[in-house]
């Protein structure tokens, strides 16, 4: 009998078939592949069919036959990815600031084609990015992409970094151009930041990923190697970002015990936490002393009390007297 066409390709469209159109809940009929295959323009006979299917069970794909007076069904009862794990990720993605709405909605797609046609809806159900405040740097995955190939082949990069302007509009910052040395990525308070050492100012900035523009690869090595193997980086995220702009200061700070699970959240659990006579507890630690660190302090109201150092303390006195200051014009 002559051979039809299409009979090399035949076993990848049965899989794309599976995997669309069925999953543990649903089965399709070996008559409904063969009509699938026949709109495109592949014959196949029930025998060649099920020798195509069970060739897709000896490669690994966990499919199960359900008999019937019609001949059956075939499920899908296990892939790549469980139902819950793409609902996980498509969440990370659509929360996710440094990812722009149309991206995100590429990628939720993208998703939705790793399980059937019954569960991908199931995933659409969950999605809500219209109205996050989402970024609006549509190069974000080319520029992280310049970024871990810098790092990984031990180069520099130049960049421009934006900023908001008056009019919503994203400018350059200062420096039109600015050439760093790149030694990690963050991801931090939904947000990615750039770790990178400096030479102009001989020490390590972070930059906001979704800020970056026109990052090229440069053919100069990094600088900073030293410097780095001396930062501990889960310390420097935690010292770092959301309390920036400031000096690092060793700290004690006194709160009572049902503040530990808010500290605990703010520092982690590597903390060392002692009691004081009075049942409450001390804590001493590192922090970057600056506007966002006394705005959380401040968060926390009267319960929370720095100890020392007592030039901190003094700051924390002139901080809130500022803010009451301005506040009562």
């Not at 790793?114 to 659409?124: E, F, G, H, I, P």
Request: proline share 2%; hydrophobic share 35%.
């Amino acid at each position: 009998m002559a051979k039809t066409s299409g009979q090399k390709t035949k076993i990848i469209h049965i899989l794309n078939f599976l995997e669309k159109y069925m999953d543990e809940n649903h089965s399709i009929t070996t008559s409904f592949l063969q009509e699938k295959l026949a709109e495109l323009g592949i014959t196949a006979d029930r025998k060649t069919m099920y020798s195509d299917i069970a060739c897709l069970i000896d490669l690994g794909y966990d499919i199960e036959q359900e008999p019937s007076r019609n001949g059956g069904g075939w499920k899908l009862l296990s892939r790549r990815f469980e139902l819950a794990e793409l609902k996980l990720l498509v969440d990370a993605v659509s929360s996710s600031k440094f990812i722009t709405t149309k991206k995100s909605r590429e990628l939720i797609k993208k998703l939705g084609s790793l399980v059937s046609d019954y569960d991908a809806t199931k995933l659409n159900r969950q999605v809500y990015v219209a109205s996050r405040i989402k970024s609006e740097n549509e190069s974000i995955f080319y520029i992280i992409d310049s970024i871990h190939r810098a790092i990984q082949e031990n180069l520099q990069i130049s960049f421009t970094y934006l900023s908001w302007n008056i009019s919503k509009e994203l400018v350059p910052k200062g420096k039109v151009k600015r050439v760093v040395s790149p030694w990690a990525l963050i991801w931090n308070d939904e947000n990615y930041y750039l770790v990178a050492y400096d030479t102009e100012t001989e020490g390590f900035k972070h930059f906001r990923v979704d800020k970056m523009s026109k990052v090229t690869v440069t053919g100069e090595k990094r600088l900073g190697s030293k410097e780095f193997s001396k930062i501990d980086l889960g310390t420097y995220a935690d010292s770092t970002f959301g309390m920036m702009g400031g000096k690092q200061e060793s700290i004690t700070l006194e709160f009572p015990e049902d503040l530990v699970g808010v500290v605990i959240d703010r520092f982690g659990k590597d903390i060392t936490l002692s009691r004081t006579e009075d049942g409450r507890l001390k804590l001493r630690t590192k922090v970057v002393v600056s506007g966002q660190f006394f705005g959380w302090l401040s968060g926390l109201g009267t319960n929370c009390v720095i100890v020392s150092p007592e030039s901190v303390r003094n700051n924390y006195i002139k901080y809130l007297k500022n803010i009451i200051r301005i506040n009562s014009k």
